[in-house]
């Protein structure tokens, strides 16, 4: 089980509904890039050897110092890579809270961008699954119109997005009642109706 | 021209310490900002083992190398008139 991320300004009254982490299907493109700069490389290397006629001078190029140096540094910085495009994939969250929904973005080392959303300024969800990858293992991207003038929210690659559409949508309706605002008139995300292309818009 | 052999150890040994402070804040960033599972755990180990295994096969193929020798670059002349 996963532990609960640190959210920003958490409110008493407020719990935690969903985690969402990006599928993990959206990393294999980096796992497939980082097997093939690893296995390239030695492949064409152990190939030169044994098969070209300069290869003892291959052997003796990559044994040498700078040989060593410089392969060596390679597989460092490409597992260092491969383990960075991984924290980032693990630092970047969507947490939907009974209250808000908030977006944890890492981008590289350095960077933390938090987003927030009320449920109650949500005006449109929007759920796309298009391509083969996303209809096979079920995820896609979910877009959030809010009625402030902040861009869009999205979040892409979330696993099962039309149950996370309805939970988000369930908890914005209780929310609303909580405020004492009919659903559907503050806000219009109240039915679902499937469209062409895979997407399901909430309007 | 004598070149030392362990001046090309220092750009190693510079791009090496970029490589852990780097490897640290990635690590340091995973667990501040609570994804200090067991899974998470589990990858972070596995990335240092792949780095010991490199840092391994580095040293091993090193350790023959004797730092106190210098290697000998020598310029190609050019000869003007005849």
Known sequence: ?203 | MDIPLLLLGIPYAILLGIHIVMSVVNIANLYRYGSGDMHASFVVLVYLCYVAVILLFSSLLLSNVDWRSSFHISLPSSTIGS
């Open chain 1, 1 to 203: 089980m996963k532990r609960y991320l640190h959210i920003p300004n958490q409110r008493p009254d407020e719990q935690v509904s969903l985690v969402l982490h990006r599928h993990w299907a959206t990393f294999l493109p980096n796992t497939f890039v980082f097997l093939c700069l690893v296995l390239i490389p030695a492949a064409a290397a152990m190939v030169a050897i044994r098969t070209l006629a300069g290869g003892p001078i291959v052997k003796s190029v990559l044994t040498s110092i700078p040989g060593v140096f410089i392969a060596s540094l390679y597989y460092l910085f490409i597992g260092l890579n491969y383990f960075r495009n991984w924290v980032d994939y693990m630092l970047d969250v969507c947490v939907v809270t009974t209250k808000r929904i908030a977006r944890l973005d890492q981008r590289g080392m350095f960077t933390r961008i938090v987003s927030e959303l009320e449920l109650p300024r949500i005006q449109d969800v929007t759920v796309e699954v298009k391509g083969l990858f996303p209809s096979l293992f079920r995820y896609g991207t979910i877009r959030i119109q809010t009625a402030a003038e902040m861009p869009e929210f999205f979040f892409v690659g979330i696993p099962k997005p039309y149950d996370v559409l309805r939970t988000i949508m369930s908890l914005q309706e209780e929310e609303l009642r909580s405020l004492g605002v009919a659903p559907g008139v503050a806000a219009k995300t109240k039915s679902v109706s499937p469209l062409k292309d895979g997407i399901i818009r909430g309007t």
